[in-house]
């Protein structure tokens, strides 16, 4: 049988930590985690990793794997994403991954274009910037140093903002010039299940896991994490609101409500992204036995 990886991904709050927990099982192989958030050390509650027990029941990558201290990006994914398949496949026929970072599972998939490195002194001094002034100030240096970028990119994510605009600072061109879309091709067979639910479903979800984690304490592990809270780890829904929070700059519950509010943002932007994939075949959460035959045909050949 060829070698192959099922890659589950959707919105946050959809259930593919579950679903891929289930196929992990039936497979009797290991999950690696496609979070941009989950892979550190210092962050629990507010980036949803799985439990105790569910960590234990399955083994997965990149989950707990870094510091909060250390610089993570997608081309690192991509090559820990492909050392940990290579590893499975020396023993099991099939992997599994799941994850809501569209940039990290394109990365595994299809490889990254080749942009030059940043200096650490001008990201740190354009975040810094970004921090004190906001997104307004942020879209408006993009618009005025990339507007190319910003005509064509996406303007409401920080984290693709402050990555063209470091990208235009250092060598003086636009980001769109280094993004060729050039595809690797992988030695393994890649299988693509979207999930998705009605919009008011996930809101309930997404609604209900927020007051969990604050029941489970995420208001102390933002406390916690305090002295750091410039690390571009933290620059993250979940814990920006409750940092704004612990500056007196809003009640709890606005900053509850915010945390809401955003994530519900994010989950759009994350199916805005998905959906660009014609490759990806869309199930509800639940529907075991449909997934599970449409990956077997797929490996099969069908």
């Given amino acids: 049988m060829q ?4 890659v589950i991904v959707g919105p946050t709050a959809v259930g593919k930590t579950a679903l ?9 192989t290991a999950i690696i985690s496609a979070d941009s958030r989950q892979c550190y050390r ?7 990793k799985p439990s105790v027990e569910e960590l234990a029941r399955v083994h997965h990558y990149f989950i707990n794997s870094h510091s909060i201290h250390q610089e993570v990006n997608a081309a690192l ?30 990365a595994f998939c299809e490889g990254l274009d080749d ?55 250092v060598t003086g061109q636009s980001i769109r010039t280094f993004q060729q879309g050039k595809k690797a091709i992988r030695p393994f067979r890649i299988v693509k299940i979207g999930l998705e639910l009605p919009k008011e479903d996930l809101h309930r979800n997404i609604n209900q896991r927020v007051e969990n984690m604050m029941q489970e304490g ?3 592990e933002v406390q916690s994490l305090l002295p ?25 519950p606005e900053a509850v409500e915010a945390i809401k509010t955003n994530t519900r943002h994010y989950a759009k932007r994350q199916m805005t992204w998905f959906r660009k994939s014609i490759d990806i075949q869309w199930f509800s959460p639940t529907n075991d036995a449909a997934i599970l035959d449409y990956c077997q045909s797929v490996m099969a050949g069908a």
């Fill in 3 to 6: 070698h192959t990886c099922i």
């Fill in 20 to 28: 891929a927990i289930r196929m992990a099982e039936h497979f009797n």
């Fill in 42 to 48: 210092e962050m629990t509650i507010g980036v949803a």
């Fill in 77 to 106: 994914f991509e090559q820990y994403a492909l050392q940990s398949v290579n590893y499975l496949y020396g023993q099991r026929a099939v992997a599994v991954m799941t994850g809501g970072t569209g940039l990290y599972v394109k």
């Fill in 115 to 169: 942009i030059p490195p940043v200096s650490l002194e001008v990201r740190e001094r354009i975040t810094k910037e970004f921090q004190q002034q906001g997104l307004a100030w942020l879209q408006q240096e993009v618009a005025e140093q990339d507007p190319l970028y910003y005509s064509t990119g996406e303007i409401q994510n920080p984290h693709r903002l402050l990555r063209a605009l470091e990208v235009k600072l």
């Fill in 218 to 220: 995420l208001l102390e």
């Fill in 228 to 252: 750091w809270r410039h690390l571009n780890a933290l620059q993250t829904v979940g814990y920006n609101e409750l940092f704004q929070y612990l500056d007196g700059n809003c009640t709890l």
